[in-house]
């Protein structure tokens, strides 16, 4: 359906049931849960870098 529609952002879409819209937001979550645990790891070290050098 994405692609039937010619949309350039999966956003616009209405049918959230459509299994290609589906497959897309799977792949994009999965993306952004690695970025986002990729930054919470170097908000841990640079917050004990800190503490340290606070002391």
């Not at 879409?13 to 799977?26: E, F, G, I, K, V």
């Not at 999965?30 to 606070?54: F, W």
Request: aromatic letters at 6%.
């Amino acid at each position: 359906m994405f692609q039937t529609h010619k949309q350039r952002c999966i956003l616009i879409l209405t049918r959230w049931d459509d299994p290609t819209a589906q497959q897309l937001y799977l792949i994009a979550r999965r993306a952004i849960e690695g970025i986002e645990k990729e930054q919470d790891e170097r908000i841990v070290v640079l917050q004990t870098i800190c503490g340290v050098n606070e002391t």
